[in-house]
Structures are given as C-alpha cells and as structure tokens.
C-alpha cells in the first residue's frame, strides 16, 4: 500500500506557473505508475498526466500538452506536475493517483481514473484572469 500527498497548489494568475508535488510513502514507489487527475465541482475527474515506473515515458491529456510537465524522483518518492503557461480553465482540484497494474517500466500510467489503486486528497489551484 501507499500513502500520496499533494503540494504545491495556489492562487496564479493567468500565464503563470506552479509546481506540484506528490509524495509518496513506503518503499515501492518505483514499482507504481503515476497518474495526475484533476477535478472541477459537478465534472467528472479529468486525466491531466502519466508517469511510468521508470520516469522515462509520459503521457499527456491534449489540453495540457506542451505547456504541463511531468517528472519522477524515484528515490525521494516523489511525482512531479510542472505547469507553465495557466489559464483560467485548468483551475481545478488536483490528485496524484498510483497504479499498480502496470507491468512494464517503461509504460505510462492509464488515462483512466478507475485504473488505479491509491490517491492523495488533492490540492487546488486557481488560475485568476
């Protein structure tokens, strides 16, 4: 089992940039991949961003794509979302996620919130016009 705690969320205006952290706790970080999600009151949770075990492959929702970062440190047990370029629109609740399903190390985690296992609690951003 592991534990995820999300950081790093805030306040931005539009065009800025934040940094969010997931830590993980346990010894088999390396051995889950990694899902980033995030979540607006009355939508379902959106897919933002995957890792694999590894931290070589990554995965991206198009809305995100070119301007959110996704990055692993596999011995501080700890996922990375880097997001540059914010807009109004990505104002939203984010979670890390772990899935344990992935077998390979070089395959990012699913774009499917129902595939994984473990989540943090979330931590919100807002982007101001």
């Known amino acids: 089992q592991v534990q995820l705690v999300e950081s790093g969320g805030g306040l931005v205006q539009a065009g800025g940039s934040l940094r969010l952290s997931c830590a993980a706790s346990?010894?088999?970080?390396?051995?889950?991949?990694m899902g980033w999600f995030r979540q607006v009151p009355g939508k379902e949770r959106e897919f933002v961003a995957a890792?694999?075990?590894?931290?070589?492959?990554?995965d991206y929702a198009d809305s995100v794509r070119g301007r959110f970062t996704t990055s692993r440190d596999n011995v501080k047990n700890t996922v990375y979302l880097q997001m540059s370029s914010l807009k109004p629109e990505d104002t939203a609740v984010y979670y890390c996620?772990?899935?344990?399903?992935?077998?390979?190390?070089?395959?990012?985690?699913?774009?499917?919130?129902?595939?994984?296992?473990?989540w943090g609690q979330g931590t919100q951003v807002t982007v101001s016009s």
């Open positions: 996620a772990a899935d344990r399903n992935v077998r390979s190390m070089a395959v990012p985690g699913s774009i499917r919130q129902y595939d994984y296992d473990y």
């Open positions: 890792i694999s075990k590894s931290g070589g492959n990554t």
């Open positions: 346990g010894r088999t970080f390396s051995s889950y991949a």
